[in-house]
């Protein structure tokens, strides 16, 4: 790490992160083999993902078009011309002894991605590459006798992002993370129920004088975190302890939550890069931006301002309402019905909360529009509680159903008669009037308990307002 370079570092923890992102194609980057389908290992494979001698590799149109979406999205400047490059090492994971990759020129360069915070982490590169061979330990990494080789994987169209070094917390890196996926997903060139997501990070810490390490193959936003975390202090107790922190690559055992060294790390030129002969340089023409441009779709920042134009929602609403495009969608269709403003904000606070609760990912939902439409009308022309709404939404998130059939079928209409709630309401502070006496003394807890009390006993039909209201007025 040259001089120049580390004056550009003054936080306590610099990194910097590679992602491995497998684009949702059909067939593999270089062959027409499927990149899914059956798992059965090593049987979704060719003579070109294995690299047989002979065999001719040729580029995947569809794969070259989602990587430029990408790059659009992350305001890359995208080259002209792309040609592919062998990266040589011996490994099992590579039949033939290389990877083809991008090395010269990259698809992308000089991009940027903001997080939730607002800060810009800039993007170094975008390139595309084919995915090596999954390799299987039997008894983990460390424990393992032999090691497995499923070829399956092989050839599979990646896009790898290397940022910058500018992130200064495992906390940025995760939301790195969280951000790039969000917009793999409105891009549609990503599913993150079929396609692999794998980070690598480089980490360094200012006490070792920035000597990078990097971590390899992390799966996963919590993965990240845990290994960032794991790895700084460990590179902090290593100095503390006088040792010198070298260049390493190490793996994240995710099950012992420590690293384990691997090798030195290499570099660049360990690989002997050379131009791949088989594959022929590729013009990115001018119509082929303009296209990819007219086919961007409006990405979550851009619909978070526009929720904010046009719907008058709270720019916290939106911003994590955009965040996630099925619940986007299911917002934009829901306030063609309800008030913008009621629902963003039961949005961001219930249904996120049922979701949650249940650990469900909204493209899981079995509900739709109609369900929620139908729940928020009931509670936005007040027949039934907050409490009840609650109740129903994590109901029918499990099994589906209209909440009106069900408020309907078991009677849980909000008690409307005043008279009635009145009674209870003299009820329970007859019962529990030390409690009663405890709120005229100025215990606000004690009216908490009572407005409990008689949620409770109108099984949470009641509107907790007016229970307040008249508990206040009957309490004496």
């Known amino acids: 790490m040259t001089k120049q370079l580390l004056h550009q570092f003054t936080g306590e923890v610099v990194i910097g992160l590679e992602v491995h992102c497998q684009l949702n194609t059909n067939t593999k980057l270089f062959c027409g083999c499927a990149t899914s389908g059956s798992e059965e290992p090593n049987t979704r494979t060719c003579e070109v993902c294995l ?152 980490v360094s810490v200012k006490e070792s004088g920035y000597t990078r390490v990097e971590i390899k193959n992390i799966n996963g936003f919590k993965e990240i975190e845990r290994a960032i975390l794991y790895e700084v202090e460990r590179q902090k107790k290593e100095v503390k302890e006088g040792r010198k922190i070298v260049m390493d690559t190490v793996a994240w055992d995710s099950d012992k939550g420590v690293t384990l060294r691997l090798r030195s790390k290499e570099t660049e030129e360990d690989y002997g890069y050379i131009i791949d002969p088989n594959l022929v340089k590729t013009e990115i023409s001018k119509d082929m931006i303009m296209h990819a441009k007219m086919n961007m779709p409006e990405l979550p920042q851009e619909k978070a301002k526009r929720y904010v134009a046009e719907f008058k929602i709270e720019k916290d609403d939106a911003v994590i309402i955009s965040n996630d495009l099925n619940i986007a969608v299911l917002f934009e269709k829901v306030a063609d019905e309800i008030n913008p403003i009621a629902a963003s904000k039961w949005f961001r606070k219930e249904l996120l909360r049922v979701l949650n609760l249940n650990k469900l990912d909204a493209s899981q939902l079995l509900i739709d529009e109609r369900h929620i439409i139908d729940l928020l009308k009931l509670l936005q022309d007040g027949k039934i509680s907050d409490r009840v709404s609650q109740r129903l939404l994590e109901r029918i998130i499990i099994e589906p159903a209209m909440p009106s059939d069900i408020v309907k079928k078991e009677n849980l209409e909000k008690v409307q008669d005043k008279s009635q709630l009145e009674k209870i309401c003299e009820d329970v502070i007859k019962t529990h009037a030390s409690v009663a006496k405890e709120y005229l003394s100025g215990k606000g807890e004690a009216l908490n308990y009572l407005i409990g009390r008689v949620m409770h006993a109108t099984q949470g039909k009641a509107d907790a307002k007016e229970v307040k209201y008249m508990i206040r007025k009957l309490v004496k």
Do not use: W
């Open 51 to 202: 690299g047989h001698p002979g065999s001719k590799p040729v580029l995947n149109k569809k794969a070259l078009e989602f990587a430029m979406r990408l790059c659009l999205a992350l305001d890359c400047y995208i080259a002209p011309i792309i040609c592919f490059s062998r990266k040589s090492y011996f490994y099992p994971d590579m039949a033939k002894n290389y990877q083809i990759t991008q090395y010269e020129v990259p698809l992308g360069n000089s991009g940027k991605l903001r997080l939730s915070t607002g800060k810009e982490v800039g993007i170094e590169r975008v390139h595309i590459e084919e995915d090596p061979a999954a390799l299987v330990h039997p008894n983990g990494m460390q424990e393992s006798k032999y090691v497995l080789v499923d070829y399956n994987r092989s050839g599979n169209p990646l896009c790898e992002i290397v940022t910058k070094p500018e992130m200064t917390s495992a906390d940025e890196a995760r939301d790195f993370m969280k951000q790039l996926v969000t917009i793999l997903e409105y891009l549609k060139i990503f599913d993150v129920n079929k396609c692999t997501l794998r980070a690598d990070a480089n």
